[in-house]
Nanobody
Framework: QVQLVESGGGLVQPGGSLRLSCAAS????????MNWYRQAPGKQRELVAG??????SNYADSVKGRFTISKYAKNTMYLQMNSLKPEDTAVYYC????????????WGQGTQVTVSS
C-alpha cells in the first residue's frame, strides 16, 4: 500500500517562509515525478510545482522565484516557500506518479497553509 504524507503546513505572516515535505512509503519500485498542487476555497486544484526523476522542474507563474521544489531523495520531496502572500493560502497536496504494484498517480491527504497577518 503506497502512502504519501505531507507535513510542514501552518500559519505564517505575509513575507514569511514555510517548507513542506512529502514522504512516499510502501512497496515503491520507481518514482517518475512528484508534484505539489494546491486548492483554495472555492477554486479548482492547481499545479504549483513539479519535478521529474531526472531533476527537471516546473513552476506555476504565480510562484516562480518564490518557491523551490527539491529533487526527491529516499522518496521525500520538499517545497521551500518564501515571500508568502495571502493568495498562497490553500490546502497543499503532494502527488506522485510512481510504479508500485501498479503504475499510477497517488495523492497525499493535504496540508493547510495559511498566510495571514
Amino acid at each position: 500500500q503506497v502512502q504519501l504524507v505531507e507535513s510542514g503546513g501552518g500559519l505564517v505572516q505575509p513575507g514569511g517562509s514555510l517548507r513542506l515535505s512529502c514522504a512516499a512509503s510502501g512497496n515503491i519500485f520507481s518514482i517518475y515525478s512528484m508534484n505539489w498542487y494546491r486548492q483554495a476555497p472555492g477554486k479548482q486544484r492547481e499545479l504549483v510545482a513539479g519535478i521529474t526523476h531526472g531533476g527537471s522542474s516546473n513552476y506555476a507563474d504565480s510562484v516562480k522565484g518564490r518557491f523551490t521544489i527539491s529533487k526527491y531523495a529516499k522518496n521525500t520531496m520538499y517545497l521551500q516557500m518564501n515571500s508568502l502572500k495571502p493568495e498562497d493560502t490553500a490546502v497543499y497536496y503532494c502527488n506522485a506518479r510512481l510504479q508500485a504494484n501498479v503504475l499510477g498517480n497517488y495523492w497525499g491527504q493535504g496540508t493547510q497553509v495559511t498566510v495571514s497577518s
